[in-house]
């Protein structure tokens, strides 16, 4: 694997004294003993066990459920009856006006076959189990709708008559859930009229997240009328409001704790469903509960946007584009998760790849009678970008165009405008590392001896891709939007001059934590041993909306930046009254010597105190705390620029394709973590190989998971699908984004958009076929060469 | 359902438990505050709560507690002293090859047990053995670096 002084050579990096350096993991050495508290890890004396019963069937009305036998045994039990007849959006990132609210703690008609529609808690998991069997339930089937095209049609059932929109409530008809069109120009005119015009289909598959935790969570009644919440969850604000809503507790009794999260990729940014049925047993049973999802019910509880998406671009002689119409369908299953801001984030994507000059973009999203389809590392943008960069490789085909020379003729870069979360979040790029790796990229994989697929025989075939790709940072734009997006931190100077961070920030293993702590380090000139993150709850802490939009880094380290610049200010000014000086005649910096921040007058290095001694003489002289506490929002949205190039070998006699070789190239300004950057990614290698090669969760006719739970059944990357580690490149371009904290972009989603993309384009480049629907599994790569041969 | 005693040793710690005839020795485990082992998938495909029985591995999720009379359990925070990290922990961790943690206990007790069977690996070996034990945030690289550079280390 490429080393770090391969592929540090970011000019900026040495200015830095923690930031941008190799350091070890802040929770490495809890993990590895496995210390690290997870929401399944926490037990309560007294603790009452909760498992839930899932509809049999996709489709169903519950008439009624008799629960007095699983009474009798002496389990708690809840039904639709016990919680509040409330329905909610679990996410709490669009505006509440942009949000539609279709469900229900329990509802009153399962809508996907495993949709939670009964709980019960009892003393042990034993006994749970056999009230939950104890239960009975009477139910009157529906037809189920599953496939997304007959949805719509007059005669197919409806899942849903009515929703909110706001405080408005509206009709479904014919089981769309929303709509969004977006035109600039006139791309009808500018297609007809262009030299080339290029139309396919592409389809992407349903996938589960497959986060190694399942979803769990933990509710502590307290004596003074509060909650305890321990949870796996992406947002601990989010659940706090939410359940403070749903149950009608003021927001002050409702305490969420921040703890680790055993990985996530964006299936948490909603409140887990089994949170609210956690809580609504543990305040009937005035006793702690605790539930723990079997892998079946995760799979059963969210899966990535499953997208179909026309395209039709029209292009000139001279490479330029004239236009593009794009047409989108998502099957979001049973509930409206984020579906409607998903669909301007769709059109962003596309519009922010390429200069389309004009654009036509109509989208949908239909209600089916499966798992909830939710936001998966990149948003629908990996789903874009698979028909897109696609799509370039199949115009620089048939118009006999060089892919890199097109790419870099056409594409979105400085200076033009981005959207980085649909139509209302929009920024000026002002940094952009593509050109480099494009340049680095095809000298790193050897791109000009890729060879043409015709030339290419015998049972092995070897071939050469490549995608490039972005995905925004936070979801920041400088006047209102639809979404809600800003964090905070709260950043104190211990007496000693250690100093402590609070943030609500959460970490889904990609290091969010350490890049904060690191941020204010660097801001105060400390050693990083001299910071740490507390731990803190919904209580302790200022809002953030959630980490996701790869914001933690970008949002939420730029609130703990403003925090620390804050309290810097505040330091040279207690220090002033000790130095003599004027605050603006002294400076803050790190004394390598001393391994220590030192405040001095500038230009006097001989003249200096501590942190730790100053913090100490304001104490005893009484000047108090130095401490800052801030809410903050971004203004832009800058997105991260990655590409990958890879290599595949093609097995023509078994239809297995190989991922050999992988050069991922990332500009995402500074990199506080360097190992983190390089972590999203290699792990993103092995998600988006899934994702290309092996990964789909199929429904039966009866609207059950083909898998039944196995994860074998729904193949991820293992040890042995990765390229070996001399076949894997990183590579940093050396970009500074003059918004960001320290320079800083967000990398963890725009790791991951554009690797299927480059494995379909090798794919192609080994066997001439271009398959324009992911997975692309040894069943149909032999139908196609079979095809092919016929 | 018959109840029986077993004496069990769980990182060197002496045990006399009744247990159920259909515990999982996950559960007892957990129960018994060793939270280390996982649940991942309780039917044997993910290696999140893999454990070493008598020094070998196993799937603590497949192994009923009752089975496990007089014998002795290692669990990942087993490996580790209270100020000393073991060898293959502090591996994992410069390489960067713990992102959310949850496979890494599991992880690291398959790596010791291949380097136990087998101190000198080669990648094709790694990769081999490890490939029960699923991560779904590393992409395994830094795993497989780790381990492999672990083995090269204890050689020198
Ligand atoms: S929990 Fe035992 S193998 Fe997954
Ligand atoms: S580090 Fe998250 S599953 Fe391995």
Redesign the interface.
């Known amino acids: 694997?490429a080393t770090y002084s391969d592929c540090l050579k970011g000019e900026g990096t040495f200015m830095f004294n923690v930031v941008s350096k190799?350091t070890?993991?802040l929770?490495?050495?809890?993990?590895?003993?496995?210390?690290?508290?997870?929401a399944?890890?926490i037990a309560l004396p007294g603790m009452l066990y909760a498992v839930v019963l899932r509809s049999p069937y996709p489709h169903a009305e519950i008439l009624r459920i008799d629960t007095s036998e699983a009474e009798a045994m002496g389990a708690v039990c809840l039904t639709p009856d016990d919680v509040p007849d409330v329905l909610y959006n679990e996410r709490g990132v669009s505006i509440p006006a942009k949000t539609y609210r279709d469900r229900r703690v329990l509802p009153r008609k399962a809508r996907h076959y495993g949709e939670a529609i009964a709980a019960v808690a009892a003393e042990s998991?034993e006994l749970a189990w056999k009230a939950l069997k104890a239960l009975k339930v009477e139910y009157k089937v529906l037809p189920p709708v599953l496939d997304p095209i007959k949805a719509i049609e007059p005669e197919s059932a409806q899942l849903y008559e009515r929703v909110f929109f706001g405080e408005e409530e509206i009709a479904i008809k014919n089981n769309i859930a929303c709509e969004r069109e977006i035109t600039v120009g006139d791309a009808d005119k500018a297609i007809a009229s262009s030299d080339f015009v290029v139309e396919e289909e592409y389809e992407l598959p349903r996938v589960y997240?497959?986060?190694?935790?399942?979803k769990s969570a933990v509710c502590n009644p307290e004596p003074d009328g509060s909650l305890t919440i321990w949870c796996t969850t992406q947002s601990i604000h989010n659940v706090r409001i939410l359940i403070g809503s749903i149950f009608g507790i003021p927001l002050s009794k409702v305490n969420v704790k921040k703890i680790?999260?055993?990985?996530?990729?964006g299936s948490s940014i909603q409140m887990n469903s089994i949170i609210p049925i956690c809580a609504a047993l543990a305040l009937k049973a005035h006793r702690p509960v605790k539930l723990?999802s079997?892998?079946e019910e995760d799979m059963y509880d969210h899966c990535k946007y499953p997208s179909r998406i026309r395209l039709r671009v029209g292009v000139n002689k001279d490479m330029s584009i004239q236009g593009v119409e794009a047409e989108v369908l998502v099957d979001i299953g049973a509930h409206q998760i984020q579906a409607y801001p998903l669909l301007g984030s769709m059109a962003g994507w596309l519009v922010s790849l390429y200069k389309w000059k004009n654009i036509k973009y109509r989208s949908r999203a239909i209600y089916t009678n499966k798992v909830p389809a939710c936001a998966m590392q990149g948003y629908g943008n990996p789903q874009m970008n698979f028909a897109v960069e696609s799509h370039v490789d199949l115009i620089c085909e048939k118009c006999g165009f060089d892919p890199i020379e097109f790419r870099l003729k056409n594409h979105v870069g400085i200076g033009d405008e981005f959207w980085g979360q649909g139509p209302t979040v929009r920024s000026i790029i002002k940094s952009c590392g593509l050109e480099e790796s494009l340049k680095t990229g095809s000298e790193l994989i050897n791109w000009k001896e890729r060879g043409h697929p015709i030339n290419k025989t015998g049972r092995y075939r070897r071939g050469i891709g490549l995608a490039r790709g972005f995905h925004t940072s936070s979801a920041g734009a400088p006047g209102p939007a639809e979404v809600i997006d800003y964090s905070g931190a709260t950043v104190k100077v211990n007496e000693d001059g250690s100093v402590d961070v609070l943030t609500a920030v959460m970490d889904?293993?990609?290091?969010t934590w350490d890049a904060i702590a690191k941020i204010v380090a660097e801001v105060l000139g400390l050693p990083l041993e001299k910071v740490s993150l507390s731990p803190v709850d919904t209580r302790t802490t200022v809002y953030d909306v959630c980490t996701h939009a790869s914001r933690g880094v970008f949002a939420g380290g730029g609130a703990a930046y403003k925090a620390a610049q804050e309290v810097k200010r505040k330091i040279l000014e207690v220090s002033s009254v000790f130095l003599q000086e004027h605050p603006e005649n002294l400076e803050l910096v790190f004394d390598p010597k001393r391994n220590d921040a030192v405040i001095r007058p500038k230009g006097v290095p001989f003249k200096s105190m501590t942190l730790g001694e100053v913090a100490r003489n304001a104490m005893v002289t009484g000047l108090g705390s130095i401490a800052a506490t801030v809410s903050f929002r971004q203004k832009t949205c800058p997105p991260s620029f990655v590409t990958n190039f890879v290599e595949v070998e093609v097995d023509t006699f078994t239809g297995i394709v190989k991922l050999l070789r992988a050069v991922c190239i990332a500009d995402c300004g500074t990199p506080i973590n360097p190992?983190?950057v390089?972590?999203q990614l290699?792990?993103?290698?092995?998600?988006y190989g899934g994702y290309a090669l092996c990964e789909e969760t199929e429904y039966s006719e009866q609207g059950r998971l083909k898998c039944e739970?196995?994860?074998?059944d729904n193949k991820?990357?293992?040890?042995?699908e990765?390229p070996?580690?001399n076949n894997?490149v990183v590579h940093f371009t050396n970009t500074y984004e003059p918004t960001g904290p320290l320079g800083a972009k967000g990398i963890g989603e725009a790791a991951g958009n554009s690797v299927a993309s480059a494995i379909a384009n090798a794919v192609y480049n080994a066997i001439g076929i271009r398959f324009t629907r992911l997975p692309i599994t040894p069943e149909k790569v032999l139908e196609a060469l079979r095809g092919k041969e016929a | 359902m018959r109840d029986k005693l077993i004496n069990l040793k769980i990182n060197g710690k002496k045990y006399q438990i009744t247990v159920k005839s259909n515990t999982l020795l996950l559960n007892l485990l957990r129960e018994l505050g060793y939270t280390d082992p996982k649940y991942g998938c309780g039917i044997g495909e993910c290696g999140a709560c893999s454990v070493l029985l008598d020094g070998q591995l196993t799937l603590s999720c497949l192994t009923l507690a009752i089975s496990c009379d007089n014998k002795e359990v290692i669990t990942a925070a087993g490996l580790s002293e209270k100020d000393q990290l073991h060898p293959l922990a502090q591996s994992l961790i410069e390489h960067a090859a713990i992102q959310c943690g949850f496979c890494t206990p599991g992880m690291i007790i398959a790596g010791k047990s291949l380097l136990d069977k087998n101190p000198n690996p080669t990648e094709e070996d790694v990769r081999q053995y490890l490939r029960g034990n699923l991560c779904r945030c590393t992409g395994y690289a830094p795993i497989v670096e780790a381990v492999l550079d672990q083995a090269r280390k204890s050689k020198s």
């Open positions: 694997m190799k070890p993991r929770d490495a050495e809890a993990k590895v003993k496995g210390l690290e508290k997870f399944s890890d998991e997240h497959f986060q190694l935790e399942t680790p999260v055993g990985g996530s990729f723990v079997s892998r889904l293993g990609g290091g190992d983190g390089k972590g290699i792990g993103s290698l092995a998600r739970g196995f994860i074998t991820i990357f293992t040890t042995e990765m070996f580690l894997i």
